[in-house]
T-cell receptor
Framework: QKEVEQNSGPLSVPEGAIASLNCTYS??????FFWYRQYSGKSPELIMS????GDKEDGRFTAQLNKASQYVSLLIRDSQPSDSATYLC??????????FGSGTKLNVKP | DTGVSQDPRHKITKRGQNVTFRCDPI?????LYWYRQTLGQGPEFLTY????????KSRLLSDRFSAERPKGSFSTLEIQRTEQGDSAMYLC?????????????FGPGTRLTVL
């Protein structure tokens, strides 16, 4: 079983719609959760972090965490073509070790 | 505030050669991580340093790989006797112990091609 699982996609949404990206993790001891955006050929860019159950909003982005279900999600409101990228979910456990999912590719169609 | 920098950005080498990559973290960050990423996969942990101490090394990392951070600032990753399977993007990330949840910031990466 992988530490972090993501649907590889691609997830296609029309411009202006809400994109919903999901991630599950295997270790209940995971402490912090992160979403990174990665454009093709570029390195990952941190966009959101969440540590407590519930929702955390930052601009058009909302991260949701449910530790009981070992589930993390990222909602992108008013999706733009510039949001088209691969979104990586990462979890931190064992204090300072990070595990990444394989990413979900998002396509936002104009 | 400059971000994480890596050098070189691209490296093409022949099988069997040694290569060395450099990472300069964000200046006040005392933790430094190396990852490897192949197409369609997420970054895979290789090793990490807190200051100059190498605290963990992936069991997947063969003894051809070695990393150093001699003065707790920049770090180098060396791959000896490169193999075609080493072709990947090598990413460096840094973070601060003062950040409550150890948020990591990545450099631009070094893309290695082994012919």
């Amino acid at each position: 079983q992988k530490e972090v699982e993501q649907n590889s996609g691609p997830l296609s949404v029309p411009e202006g719609a809400i994109a919903s990206l999901n991630c599950t993790y295997s270790d209940r001891g995971s402490q912090s959760f992160f979403w990174y955006r990665q454009y093709s050929g570029k390195s990952p860019e941190l966009i959101m972090s969440i540590y407590s159950n519930g929702d955390k909003e930052d601009g058009r982005f909302t991260a949701q965490l449910n530790k009981a279900s070992q589930y993390v999600s990222l909602l992108i409101r008013d999706s733009q073509p510039s949001d088209s990228a691969t979104y990586l979910c990462a979890v931190r456990r064992n204090f300072n070790k990070f595990y990444f999912g394989s990413g979900t590719k998002l396509n936002v169609k104009p | 505030d400059t971000g994480v920098s890596q050098d070189p950005r691209h490296k093409i080498t022949k099988r069997g050669q040694n290569v060395t990559f450099r990472c300069d973290p964000i200046s006040e960050h005392n933790r430094l991580y190396w990852y490897r990423q192949t197409l369609g996969q997420g970054p895979e942990f290789l090793t990490y340093f807190q200051n100059e101490a190498q605290l963990e090394k992936s069991r997947l990392l063969s003894d051809r790989f070695s990393a150093e951070r001699p003065k707790g600032s920049f770090s180098t990753l060396e791959i000896q006797r490169t193999e075609q399977g080493d072709s990947a993007m090598y990413l460096c990330a840094s973070s601060s112990t003062r950040a409550s949840h150890n948020e990591q910031f990545f450099g631009p990466g070094t893309r290695l091609t082994v012919l």
